[in-house]
């Protein structure tokens, strides 16, 4: 079913639904104690970016609210620099992640995006539909799952999305998921479309090749990593990527 976007809007903001996802999204939608006064507030965690579990009229979602990471975090917080409300964070990924489903890709489906203006800037929130029984890539890692077999269909996740154009801005093993069904890509803030190039696929693969390092993928030997893990990868990307 093709997306229908909807806009509903106040003086503090703005919210951006899909309708055929639910006809109507309102604020309470992007406030956890409304989810919790409701008996639906499955579990809420912290981290860069609060996430909330929360079940809806649209089924179990994922209610993430926007914060920055980095140094620029001490600065700024949870706030972003308005440029126009096309340009902001939750309705650029929103849009993403609509073309993503359009293109049959694995990735959340998004429910509804907001932002709440003060001046120059803006705050900001997204809600998409959970992808459940899934166990992000680093968890897999950690319980000793990741294999040859794994790594490729992480190869051939990756390569889908590249040649379509899409571009992750953060390409690592917590924004990987597993499931029995299949993989999946989430987290896709600053992301965009591009015009497929090996330059920036490379750069893609080695981010997430940084990844598997930094938590301990190679913990047998960086050797071992490359025969069984990475080159696996690499080979199914490759086949995957031009078939």
Not at 32 to 53: E, F, K, M
Not at 159 to 182: C, E, K, M, P, Q
Not at 221 to 231: P, R, T, V, Y
Not at 237 to 242: E, S
Request: net charge positive; aromatic share 8%; with cysteine.
């Amino acid at each position: 079913m093709m997306m229908q976007e909807r806009t509903y809007k106040s003086a503090a903001g703005a919210i951006l639904f899909d309708a055929t996802v639910s006809p109507q999204v309102g604020p309470d939608w992007f406030v956890p104690d409304y989810w919790h006064r409701q008996g639906a507030l499955r579990t809420q965690a912290g981290g860069r970016g609060g996430v909330s579990i929360i079940a809806t009229p649209a089924g179990e979602c994922v209610l993430r609210h926007y914060h920055r990471g980095g140094m620029v975090a001490a600065l700024m917080g949870d706030r972003y620099l308005w440029t126009g409300s096309d340009r902001t964070r939750p309705f650029a990924e929103f849009r993403l992640l609509g073309e993503i489903a359009r293109l049959g890709l694995p990735g959340p489906v998004p429910v509804a995006a907001r932002y709440v203006r003060q001046g120059l800037s803006y705050n900001a929130d997204l809600i998409t539909r959970r992808i459940a029984d899934a166990h992000t890539l680093a968890e897999c890692l950690a319980a000793g799952q990741l294999d040859g077999e794994l790594a490729t269909k992480v190869g051939a996740l990756v390569a889908r999305f590249h040649r379509a154009g899409i571009w992750h801005a953060d390409l690592n093993a917590h924004n990987v998921l597993v499931t029995s069904r299949g993989l999946y890509l989430i987290d896709f803030d600053r992301g965009c479309m591009r015009k497929p190039a090996t330059a920036w696929q490379q750069a893609n693969l080695q981010r997430l090749r940084r990844s598997l390092l930094k938590l301990g993928a190679a913990g047998h030997g960086e050797a071992l990593f490359e025969k069984d893990i990475w080159q696996p990868l690499l080979d199914r990307y490759g086949r995957t990527l031009t078939p």
